[in-house]
């Protein structure tokens, strides 16, 4: 158990120092495109992947980077995918937004808002079909409520009573459109709940509420009772992307939420529980720090994605087949 | 004797027997029958779980289909008519067609979608257009259009074998179209287009209903002492194009015809593939008959004009030819 806390803090702490490790590195050029940044959410996904078993499956978001690695794709895949490398984790056709493996049954980040939904449905609607005991997590931001997807999926998981999670990542904005200027009833568990689903609101900035949320939300799908979501209350102390100038948010704002960090709250039980200290917490850094540094040094030195494979993977080669047709589970 | 529909029910009831994977969705395709009755009967016979009728939620079923295809099951998804599917486009073009290459390879759809085009039966304009070229245009995905009885049973089996999205185009016209099949399911390929008629002194060139429209024209032709080759496309991509240019290169003239809007359409390509491979071999510029680029309309006598018919054809392969 004391183990297991300080493992959901390193967690947080990993995902944290590697986006502002990819900040530098985007202003640098290194990384380019959209690169959204999850700083301020990471109890999120580490609380619920967290409660997971590794033949479970992941659907998540273009804001995917803490989902990748929580889930223990390689820290070393992902910036190699930033940088558009061979080796990256979708072999540079992804970039941040779209992170894939299906080793650990990734199934992407989805840079559609609520496009994910009604895969994550068909995932868990093959399990079902397949008697395996398996859940779908779902993650999503607030901005799918207003989607059609969503409230299709929503209807369909219920009425077919099908085990998937639907996480949604409710950070009050959709890129810059504050919820209640785009929801008529902006309290989101409700509208779940009209679907004839369990629903309920955690806060997403407690790394251990939210796992006990987790643990109970994924015990009810695994057993058969149908779907259930998760409202996470949550919030991003950055802007939307890099490209974002970030206007719309009262800057006070964003200060009484940073006094809410999840990494803090938690820091601040582990010293009061005598589990951490300052000498402890500096290791823990600099061990980040190197599995960091030689992230970056793989991502440079990895060839960049062969321009002779270019057209690859339009259509399944005999190399491609194998991969999720016939087994479904973990590869 | 039997009938296009009967075929396509045949198709199914043979890939649903064969493989555990297989499952039906779409609206109506159980309780109700198949809103064009080709699933009747299927529901009693593999019962709810694999005739699985789905709400009114194109796009929520069209991405259930992707996610348990990516999850290991063989999905037929079935869309009532292709201008409904325009409400599952984002799954069928942002995943379907692009997961493969976005995730490197790793992750590929086999999935299987149906649906009803065309014109012809005075269902106006939000039941009767003629969109698979527009999905045609997409890499990643297959298009296919049966416009025989072998090709409607047995399409469906090869495109089930496929590792990548298959689309599947079934022209309404077509569903009471009677002929033979042979007891045993005949295997089909995807990859070339057919040739239906030889001839020597034009080649025309379509998929679908227009291939019956093609072949009627050919045979009052054939009485005017024009020899037409008529070359049924079955498959729009990704397209045969070693047929038809050979064809054209041969007979050194070539006429497209189908009943979607003319521009930007497979015909266009067609007509641009035979250009640039076959130019110095053609002894007219390519024709073609498509669809008058209006919303089809409901009247009979509107829509008859809106889309191809054997006069057409005639008039316009007779023009290439004198």
Redesign the interface.
């Known amino acids: 158990m004391t183990d297991h806390r300080l493992e959901l803090f390193r967690q947080m702490l990993r995902v944290r120092r590697f986006e502002e490790r990819c900040v530098e590195l985007y202003s640098g050029g290194s990384i380019r495109g959209f690169l959204h940044l999850y700083i301020g959410e990471e109890a999120v996904a580490t609380g619920v992947i967290s409660q997971l078993r590794p033949t479970d ?1 992941i659907v998540a978001t273009y804001r995917d980077h803490g989902h990748a690695l929580v889930r223990g794709l390689s820290m070393r895949s992902i910036m190699a995918e930033m940088f558009g490398k061979a080796d ?7 970039g941040s937004m ?1 992170l ?3 080793a650990t049954r990734f ?2 980040g ?1 840079a ?1 808002v609520a ?1 994910g ?11 079902r ?2 008697g395996r005991e398996q859940v ?1 997590v779902c993650f999503f931001g607030e901005g799918a409520v207003a989607e ?2 969503f409230h ?2 929503m ?2 998981a219920s ?1 077919w009573k099908l085990p998937v999670l639907f996480c949604c990542e409710n950070n009050l904005y959709a890129m810059g459109t504050a919820l209640d200027r785009s929801e008529a009833d902006t309290d989101l568990a409700v509208k779940a709940t009209g679907y004839a689903m369990a629903a309920w609101s955690v806060d997403g900035m407690d790394v251990e509420a939210t796992e006990v949320a987790a643990r109970r939300a994924i015990d009810m799908v695994r057993s058969g009772g149908g779907p259930v979501f998760l409202e996470l209350k949550t919030y991003r102390f950055r802007a939307h992307s890099m490209y974002d100038p970030d206007r719309y948010r009262d800057p006070a704002e964003i200060e009484r939420w940073k006094e809410r960090d999840p990494i803090t709250m938690l820091e601040v039980r582990l010293r009061d529980d005598g589990l951490l200290d300052d000498s402890a917490l500096e290791q823990l850094d600099a061990d980040i720090g190197a599995e960091i540094d030689d992230a970056v040094s793989f991502a440079e030195s990895a060839a960049p994605a062969p321009l002779d494979e270019l057209s ?6 005999s ?3 194998t ?7 973990a590869g | 004797m039997t009938t296009y529909r009967e075929a396509l029910r045949a198709g199914l009831r043979e890939a649903l027997a064969d493989d555990d994977r297989v499952f039906l969705v779409g609206e109506d395709v159980g309780r109700y029958g198949g809103s064009f009755a080709v699933s009747m009967g299927l529901l009693e016979e593999f019962g709810p779980e694999r005739i699985r009728d789905a709400p009114l939620s194109e796009s929520a079923f069209v991405g259930a289909g992707i996610g348990a295809a990516l999850g290991g099951m063989l999905p037929i998804v079935e869309i009532m008519t292709v201008n409904f599917s325009l409400l599952a486009l984002d799954q069928i073009l942002n995943n379907a067609a692009t997961l493969l290459h976005m995730s490197g390879g790793q992750f590929n759809v086999p999935l299987v979608i149906r649906m009803t085009t065309g014109a012809g039966r005075q269902l106006a304009a939000q039941h009767s257009h003629s969109l698979e070229g527009w999905y045609a245009h997409i890499p990643g995905l297959r298009v296919v259009t049966p416009a025989t009885l072998a090709d409607a049973r047995g399409m469906l089996r090869t495109a089930l074998a496929d590792p990548d999205p298959v689309l599947i185009f079934e022209h309404g016209g077509l569903f009471g179209l009677e002929g033979e099949l042979p007891d045993v399911p005949e295997v089909v390929d995807l990859d070339h287009a057919a040739v239906r008629r030889s001839g020597k002194d034009l080649t025309i060139i379509t998929y679908g209903a227009c291939l019956h429209t093609s072949l009627a024209a050919a045979d009052r032709l054939g009485a005017d002492g024009i020899s037409a080759e008529v070359i049924d496309l079955r498959t729009l991509r990704p397209l045969d194009t070693d047929t038809f240019v050979a064809s054209a290169v041969r007979t050194g003239r070539a006429l497209v015809v189908e009943q979607a809007w003319r521009t930007g359409g497979i015909g266009a390509e067609v007509a641009a593939q035979i250009s640039e491979l076959g130019f110095w071999h053609l002894d007219a510029p390519v024709g073609r008959v498509a669809g008058l680029e209006v919303p089809i309309p409901y009247a009979k006598h509107l829509e008859a004009a809106s889309i191809p018919q054997v006069d057409d054809v005639v008039a316009a392969a007779t023009g290439l030819v004198r």
């Open positions: 499956a990256g984790c979708s072999r540079g056709r992804g779209h894939f493996d299906s199934y992407g989805n559609i496009g939904l009604p895969v994550a449905a068909g995932l868990a609607l093959a399990d079909m397949s779908t059609g997807e299709e999926t209807n369909l009425l690859r993977w339009v259509y399944s080669d190399s491609t087949v991969t999720a047709t016939t087994t479904g589970g």
